[in-house]
T-cell receptor, first 112, second 117 residues
Framework: KAGVTQTPRYLIKTRGQQVTLSCSPISGHRSVSWYQQTPGQGLQFLFEYFSETQRNKGNFPGRFSGRQFSNSRSEMNVSTLELGDSALYLC???????????FGEGSWLTVV | AQKITQTQPGMFVQEKEAVTLDCTYDTSDQSYGLFWYKQPSSGEMIFLIYQGSYDEQNATEGRYSLNFQKARKSANLVISASQLGDSAMYFCAMREGVNNAGNMLTFGGGTRLMVKP
């Protein structure tokens, strides 16, 4: 059974650009959430989607957005990149309310 | 106030010995879940174990067990017979309001475990 797949794994962007990250959840999982991990702030929740609807949203500016497609795949977008957006972005999937939440390998974003 | 506190930034353990990683939490919800994850240097978060607030037995998964003390609001991870491959960051996380919370987790700051040969 394939795990959570995130693409791209590594990317470098310039300040002011925008970036789109993709996440394919485990087959059958309809709940997808995104997290940002930085050395200074640790792991922080960005948002969660279920059945193409955003269920929860963390405390991030509007430059951070996401969406979920009918096949449960999800994308997150960061516009007008700032140096502080450099981070590991992790996607997680589960059955709704499930007791096992699986993460992907993450996308390492560097903003220069 | 911090919702999840991991007070040990780093720990050493001798190979084949057991080690306990501490986690305390703060919530006013009656229904919640506690998770432990392992993060090697590659970045992937590996699910280890889950404990529900209403579970009467401590959770176990192979060499991992969770010492759940509800009154003290602690959920310590115990790794038995440490192996070199256990060297990694370990994160404790909580999901509040289980019935409606989906998979929104609050994480602690993590503990870096180093296993000595």
């Amino acid at each position: 059974k394939a795990g959570v797949t995130q693409t791209p794994r590594y990317l470098i962007k310039t300040r002011g650009q925008q970036v789109t990250l993709s996440c394919s959840p485990i087959s059958g999982h309809r709940s997808v959430s995104w997290y940002q991990q930085t050395p200074g702030q640790g792991l922080q929740f960005l948002f969660e989607y279920f059945s193409e609807t955003q269920r929860n949203k963390g405390n991030f500016p509007g430059r951070f957005s996401g969406r979920q497609f009918s096949n449960s795949r999800s994308e997150m977008n960061v516009s007008t990149l700032e140096l502080g957006d450099s981070a590991l972005y992790l996607c997680a999937s589960s059955l709704i309310g499930g007791n096992t939440i699986y993460f992907g390998e993450g996308s390492w974003l560097t903003v220069v | 106030a911090q919702k999840i506190t991991q007070t040990q930034p780093g720990m050493f353990v001798q190979e084949k010995e057991a080690v306990t990683l501490d986690c305390t939490y703060d919530t006013s919800d009656q229904s919640y879940g506690l998770f432990w994850y392992k993060q090697p240097s590659s970045g992937e978060m590996i699910f280890l174990i889950y404990q529900g607030s209403y579970d009467e037995q401590n959770a176990t998964e192979g060499r991992y067990s969770l010492n759940f003390q509800k009154a003290r609001k602690s959920a310590n991870l115990v790794i038995s017979a440490s192996q070199l491959g256990d060297s990694a960051m370990y994160f404790c996380a909580m999901r509040e309001g289980v019935n409606n919370a989906g998979n929104m987790l609050t994480f602690g700051g993590g503990t870096r475990l180093m296993v000595k040969p």
